[in-house]
């Protein structure tokens, strides 16, 4: 506004004194015209002339007066539409969908971002309500919308929002005050499609539940095969003690019904078991930076610094399965998170400490681990969150993935504090080099 009022001033002044200049170059001309051929002239032509001067000034003075005013309009539009299209370009540059819109959900903003996500065009949403607000988070938004006015901007708030099918689309979303002048607020929302972090994070969490059964249910299995074999040999030598026909008859029964419960028990083992990875070659590397990649929303709401030195991998790979390894560092990745604090660091580092192995540390600068819980780390269901906050069982996982891939695991806590998290794994080598191939 204060720019606006300078280069109005700056307008109107330069108007007056080109005005000024044009009346006083006129007059000039004019005297010099009238000295020259009309000094002898009668008064009543003189009179002529002095009105005729006149009108001719009125007619430059006012010619000149449109068109630089015409011209300075023309120069505004143009400024004005140059910095429209470098706000359009702005805003359709940005890889989140973004919906601008008053305090009734009316839009008046909707980028190519949003028309992918929602399906929604532009044509369809401006001008009109906000069509992707499900009714149960109407109350959720109207709350959100009331702490943005109150100048507290509510950023990356996880929710749903509804596509044009009707389908509903896991988000993380923020909400910003927008004014322009002395106006009603705005806002803008800016919206992230968050699907696949979701659907992630609940395969981890099945992941856990499923290893937790499977321990439970190979433990369960494991104490009732002993009693349940003590049992079927007792009643196979009862059978060839007793004489009676119908006793024989009823520990027949008895020995096929321990039988069923045996295999029964057999299959509940089976299936405890977890089916042989699909190991190929994998680039660590490239795992762990996907990784960091997918925990980056997390990393920023904290304020978390990475540093990921990878340079010593270039060309060396191990022989894995690329989920396991992904679960694997996204556990490790996501324990030194849930340690740090605001503002904490983590930093990955990968070494080669021999030719045959891969030496991968993940270290942060946390609250370190209890001398007394190092032993118990890697025990199934210890944990040293507080309620609600994790399983125990992340861990546990993740020493069995790097057993299987035939490395092995260790924590300590580092000298100036926080944890070290250290990984030895095996270098993949192809067949044609020489030696086996690691397993």
């Given at each position: 506004?204060?720019?606006?009022?300078?280069?109005?001033?700056?307008?109107?002044?330069?108007?007056?004194?080109?005005?000024?200049?044009?009346?006083?170059?006129v007059?000039?001309?004019?005297?010099?015209?009238?000295?020259?051929?009309?000094?002898?002239?009668?008064?009543?032509s003189?009179?002529?002339?002095?009105?005729?001067?006149?009108?001719?000034?009125?007619?430059?003075?006012?010619?000149?007066?449109?068109?630089?005013?015409?011209?300075?309009?023309?120069?505004?539009?143009?400024?004005?539409?140059?910095?429209?299209?470098?706000y359009?370009?702005?805003?359709?540059?940005?890889?989140?969908?973004?919906?601008?819109?008053?305090?009734?959900?009316?839009?008046?903003?909707?980028?190519?971002?949003?028309?992918?996500?929602?399906?929604?065009?532009?044509?369809?949403?401006?001008?009109?309500?906000?069509?992707?607000?499900?009714e149960?988070?109407?109350?959720?938004?109207?709350?959100?919308?009331?702490?943005?006015?109150?100048?507290?901007?509510?950023?990356?708030?996880?929710?749903?929002?509804?596509?044009?099918?009707?389908?509903?689309?896991?988000?993380?979303?923020?909400?910003?005050?927008?004014?322009?002048?002395?106006g009603?607020?705005?806002?803008?929302?800016?919206?992230?499609?968050?699907?696949?972090?979701?659907?992630?994070?609940?395969?981890?969490?099945?992941?856990?539940?499923?290893?937790?059964?499977?321990?439970?249910?190979?433990?369960?299995?494991?104490?009732?095969?002993t009693?349940?074999?003590?049992?079927?040999?007792?009643?196979?030598?009862?059978?060839?003690?007793?004489?009676?026909?119908?006793?024989?008859?009823?520990?027949?029964?008895?020995?096929?019904?321990?039988?069923?419960?045996?295999?029964?028990?057999?299959?509940?083992?089976?299936?405890?078991?977890?089916?042989a990875?699909?190991?190929?070659?994998?680039?660590?590397?490239?795992?762990?930076?996907?990784?960091?990649?997918?925990?980056?929303?997390?990393?920023?709401?904290?304020?978390?610094?990475?540093?990921?030195?990878?340079?010593?991998?270039?060309?060396?790979?191990?022989?894995?399965?690329?989920?396991?390894?992904?679960?694997?560092?996204?556990?490790?990745?996501?324990?030194?998170?849930?340690?740090?604090?605001?503002?904490?660091?983590?930093?990955?580092?990968?070494?080669?400490?021999?030719?045959?192995?891969?030496?991968?540390?993940?270290?942060?600068?946390g609250?370190?681990?209890?001398?007394?819980?190092?032993?118990?780390?890697?025990?199934?269901?210890?944990?040293?969150?507080?309620?609600?906050?994790?399983?125990?069982?992340?861990?546990?996982i993740?020493?069995?993935?790097?057993?299987?891939?035939?490395?092995?695991?260790?924590?300590?806590?580092?000298?100036?504090?926080?944890?070290?998290?250290?990984?030895?794994?095996?270098?993949?080598?192809?067949?044609?080099?020489?030696?086996?191939?690691?397993?």
């Open positions: 506004m204060e720019r606006d009022s300078q280069w109005s001033g700056w307008h109107w002044t330069t108007l007056m004194l080109s005005s000024i200049s044009i009346v006083a170059a007059f000039a001309i004019w005297e010099l015209v009238e000295n020259r051929f009309f000094r002898d002239i009668d008064y009543v003189l009179h002529y002339l002095y009105i005729t001067r006149g009108m001719a000034s009125s007619l430059i003075l006012a010619s000149w007066a449109a068109w630089f005013v015409l011209r300075q309009r023309r120069q505004g539009e143009e400024d004005l539409r140059r910095s429209r299209e470098h359009r370009r702005l805003l359709e540059a940005s890889p989140s969908a973004v919906a601008l819109y008053d305090a009734s959900l009316c839009v008046s903003e909707w980028n190519q971002a949003a028309e992918r996500l929602y399906g929604f065009s532009k044509a369809e949403v401006i001008g009109r309500a906000l069509p992707t607000i499900p149960e988070k109407e109350a959720e938004l109207s709350k959100l919308l009331l702490a943005a006015e109150a100048a507290e901007p509510m950023a990356m708030v996880e929710t749903l929002r509804r596509d044009v099918r009707g389908t509903l689309v896991d988000v993380q979303l923020s909400v910003l005050p927008f004014r322009e002048g002395p009603p607020c705005d806002f803008l929302e800016v919206t992230e499609d968050i699907r696949e972090r979701v659907r992630l994070r609940q395969t981890l969490l099945e992941v856990e539940k499923l290893t937790s059964m499977g321990k439970t249910a190979a433990g369960t299995a494991h104490h009732l095969n009693p349940l074999a003590a049992m079927l040999l007792r009643v196979q030598m009862m059978r060839e003690q007793a004489h009676d026909v119908e006793t024989q008859g009823d520990l027949e029964r008895l020995e096929g019904s321990l039988h069923f419960c045996q295999q029964f028990v057999s299959r509940l083992l089976e299936f405890s078991r977890r089916p990875a699909q190991k190929q070659p994998e680039d660590v590397g490239r795992t762990i930076e996907s990784v960091v990649s997918f925990l980056a929303p997390a990393l920023t709401a904290l304020k978390a610094r990475v540093s990921v030195d990878i340079d010593a991998l270039d060309g060396f790979r191990i022989l894995g399965d690329r989920n396991l390894l992904e679960a694997l560092f996204s556990i490790l990745m996501s324990n030194a998170l849930d340690a740090i604090s605001s503002g904490g660091m983590i930093a990955i580092r990968c070494d080669r400490p021999s030719s045959e192995l891969i030496e991968v540390r993940i270290a942060d600068d609250c370190g681990i209890a001398s007394a819980d190092l032993s118990r780390i890697f025990e199934p269901f210890f944990t040293t969150k507080g309620p609600g906050r994790g399983t125990g069982l992340g861990l546990s993740a020493r069995n993935i790097v057993l299987e891939h035939g490395g092995s695991i260790r924590l300590e806590n580092a000298p100036a504090g926080g944890a070290i998290a250290i990984l030895m794994l095996p270098v993949f080598r192809p067949a044609g080099a020489g030696e086996e191939t690691s397993s």
